[in-house]
């Protein structure tokens, strides 16, 4: 077993190398001596042969390549080979029912939380919450992965070679969107065939019950902070996971519905968008190869003529053309009428004071305050309703106003003075 810190510093002493060898693991599974030797190479030409042999001989014993069983062919590290994919990007698709199961395992966890809830079993409800936070933290991880492989897929199919047949391009995009696009689909729906969102809805609610119920109980602090902080892990997961499906469904669906033809110019720029997503806009942009050439593209874009306002003017003066002059009605001043109508509120409720009580509101404003408006009128009427020093109590029978212009609906207000 390789010491973890000879790992990690031979990672960092060879890095270029060993990103080039997990790159190239997508197409060869087992490498030779030479072709890692040729890497080497690749990467770091001014080193001579000797020194190429030093290299590969420090990564074997670091245990970044491992000789292959009955041959001396070598491998990368299957830790090795994950952990330099998820830092570059360079995950392979996975599998629809990996993550199935997963979301499955929720509901098995949130039963074993409530039944240790039930039960006053504090470690079993602990288990079943550590449980929740591994497979929310594995979920997203896996969403993560994913949503770059599926960008990975579409930029490869988009940046291919024009002349290759269209088919031949997006075989491997329509693959994705039916073996993992698709069943992802289902388990993600909102309705009842839905399980994602279920199973996490179901999660977060027993959470936030284990929490209050400790609050109550009182809990030690530490077993409610851990409640706490992997209810918000359910959140955020409901959030990531409808944000991954929404961005699949976009990368993939134009390719598969549409299988747009693309030219040179989008295949540049599709290949450019995808080492910057990987390099960085920096690194991206500052690599100069012998095939970054400008691509080139027309302007099909046609030419419209029309008459300047010159020949107009020449025109109507030849046809002694007199225009006619159109008066536009003004509004008359005065005949709008006030925006806000005075009405002296204190009066109004100095009146209805002495009146108390009273059962129905709206009907004693409009018997004592017909005059005014109907929207002043039902302003004064929902603002007494919250007068604090009243009681006031709505009848469960509604009746029928009516007032100057309109017809107003409306449960009855009995307003008295409070016992």
């Known amino acids: 077993m390789a010491n973890p810190r000879s790992l990690?510093?031979?990672?960092?002493?060879?890095?270029?190398?060993?990103?080039?060898?997990v790159r190239l693991s997508r197409e060869l599974a087992v490498l030779t001596t030479e072709q890692v030797l040729g890497c080497i190479a690749k990467v770091a030409p001014q080193m001579d042969a000797e020194a190429q042999g030093a290299a590969v001989r420090t990564m074997v014993n670091a245990d970044i390549l491992q000789p292959c069983a009955r041959s001396s062919d070598l491998q990368l590290n299957a830790y090795v080979l994950d952990f330099v994919?998820?830092?570059?990007?360079?995950?392979?698709?996975?599998?629809?029912?990996?993550?199935?199961?997963?979301?499955?395992?929720?509901?098995?966890a949130t039963e074993a939380l409530n039944?240790?809830?039930?039960g006053a079993d504090m470690d079993r409800a602990r288990g079943a919450a550590n449980k929740l936070a591994e497979l929310f933290r594995q979920i997203s991880l896996q969403l993560?992965?994913?949503?770059?492989?599926l960008l990975e897929l579409a930029e490869d199919a988009k940046s291919a070679d024009a002349s290759t047949p269209?088919?031949?391009r997006y075989r491997r995009v329509l693959e994705a969107y039916d073996h993992y696009v698709?069943?992802?689909?289902?388990?993600?729906?909102?309705?009842?065939?839905?399980?994602?969102y279920r199973y996490l809805e179901d999660a977060e609610r027993s959470l936030d019950l284990a929490f209050e119920q400790l609050s109550v109980q009182g809990?030690?602090?530490?077993?409610?902070?851990?409640?706490?902080q992997v209810a918000h892990q359910a959140k955020e997961l409901r959030r990531f996971g409808r944000l991954i499906a929404q961005q699949c469904a976009d990368t993939v669906l134009p390719l598969r519905e549409e299988m747009r033809q693309h030219n040179a110019l989008t295949s540049a720029v599709s290949l450019l968008l995808g080492q910057v997503r990987k390099r960085g806009l920096r690194r991206a942009l500052s690599r100069h190869t012998a095939n970054t050439a400008m691509p080139v593209w027309r302007n099909e874009r046609g030419f419209r003529l029309q008459l300047g306002d010159e020949v107009r003017t020449v025109m109507a003066a030849a046809q002694q053309y007199q225009p006619q002059s159109v008066v536009f009605p003004q509004d008359e001043p005065g005949n709008a009428p006030p925006l806000l109508e005075h009405v002296d509120e204190a009066a109004i409720r100095q009146q209805l004071r002495s009146s108390l009580p009273v059962d129905s509101l709206l009907d004693w404003l409009h018997t004592h305050h017909g005059h005014l408006r109907d929207a002043t009128l039902l302003r004064l009427f929902h603002e007494l309703q919250h007068e604090d020093s009243w009681h006031i109590e709505a009848c469960e029978h509604?009746?029928?106003?009516?007032?100057?212009?309109i017809r107003v609906l409306h449960h009855p207000h009995r307003v008295s003075i409070p016992a």
């Open 8 to 21: 990690v510093y031979a990672l960092y002493t060879h890095w270029d190398t060993v990103e080039v060898l």
């Open 85 to 108: 994919r998820g830092l570059t990007r360079e995950h392979e698709l996975g599998l629809a029912a990996v993550l199935q199961a997963r979301v499955a395992a929720i509901r098995v």
């Open 115 to 118: 039944e240790g809830m039930q």
């Open 144 to 149: 993560d992965q994913d949503r770059h492989a």
């Open 166 to 168: 269209i088919a031949q």
């Open 182 to 196: 698709e069943p992802m689909n289902q388990m993600m729906d909102t309705g009842p065939q839905g399980t994602f």
């Open 219 to 228: 809990g030690l602090y530490s077993h409610r902070l851990q409640l706490r």
């Open 398 to 405: 509604p009746e029928t106003t009516t007032l100057q212009t």
